[in-house]
């Protein structure tokens, strides 16, 4: 390396720290909105979860319409979903559970990528246990995969009034490996405006919805009983399937974004 190359690299490092101290100054500035957020939200989030996917779900779009240059949006989602968490977890402690089921270190990936490494994991044997604990617990979100265990979106919108809060990933069409998973939260004090409203209930076959087209079929299984169980997606303006059975309201999703959005 000539001299002058040397020089110039020092300069050039010089710069990283200062974009670094500015950028870590900006972050502990972000802390301290969220202590006056915090006494702001007061009595909303004693009550439960701080999260608010509406507000997490427009901020992901606006990352990704501002996005430019070399750095993979990957990297940026990324580093927000932490920071979002993170901050979420400040806000009101609350734990990630995830079943030890299917492609556990896939979903783990998926789950640390949503939630970083801040926010505690806690795993299970089953879906069904995993509920259980947060429907007990509290404070809780899970990160399931649609094909992770059998129907398990039986156990949503009963008496622990689990639903869906997010689908994962955040970010499609990358090259990160995913598999097809939601965020399972506990009831919100709040209506959240999802992009879609996710419904589960009872169908005579896995053919049942083929001609209905109010919405999108996420996934139709059988159950111990052997009876089929859907879990069905529906945006504004579109209708239930009058096939479905004893149907009930579970949770729902922002749409996913797409790296050009
Ligand atoms: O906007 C809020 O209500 C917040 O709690 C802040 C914040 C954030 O860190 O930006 C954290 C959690 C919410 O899910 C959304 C956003």
Redesign the pocket.
């Known amino acids: 390396m000539t001299a002058n190359n040397l020089q110039r690299l020092t300069e050039l490092r010089a710069k990283i720290d200062a974009v670094d101290e500015s950028v870590h100054n900006l972050l502990m500035q972000r802390a301290s909105v ?1 202590d006056e ?1 915090i006494k702001v ?1 007061g009595a909303a989030t004693q009550k439960g979860a ?3 996917p509406g ?2 779900a427009s ?1 992901m779009v606006q990352f990704a319409k501002r996005h430019g240059g070399s750095l993979p949006l990957e990297m940026i989602i990324h580093i927000w979903r932490d ?2 968490s993170t ?2 977890y400040l ?1 009101a402690n609350y734990t990630v559970h995830l079943s030890d089921v299917g492609d556990t270190n896939l979903l783990r990936d998926m789950a640390r990528f949503q939630f970083g490494f801040t926010v505690p994991f806690q795993n299970h044997d089953s879906i069904k246990q995993a509920f259980g604990v947060m429907a007990e617990t509290g404070n809780a979100l899970a990160v399931i995969a649609v094909e992770g265990e059998k129907c398990w979106w039986q156990y949503l919108g009963g008496k622990n009034g689990l639903g869906l809060m997010a689908r994962l990933p955040v970010l499609v069409e990358t090259k990160l490996p995913s598999v097809d998973a939601f965020v399972v939260a506990p009831p919100t004090t709040e209506a959240i405006p999802f992009d879609w409203r996710t419904y589960a209930g009872f169908v005579e076959s896995t053919d049942a919805l083929n001609d209905w087209t109010g919405g999108k079929v996420i996934a139709i299984d059988t159950d111990e009983q052997g009876r089929y169980q859907a879990l069905i997606a529906i945006a504004d303006g579109g209708a239930a399937p009058k096939s479905m059975l004893d149907i009930r309201a579970v949770g729902g999703y922002f749409e996913q974004i797409e790296p050009a959005a």
């Open positions: 969220i957020l939200k701080a999260f608010h507000r997490e901020m920071i979002i901050f979420t806000q």
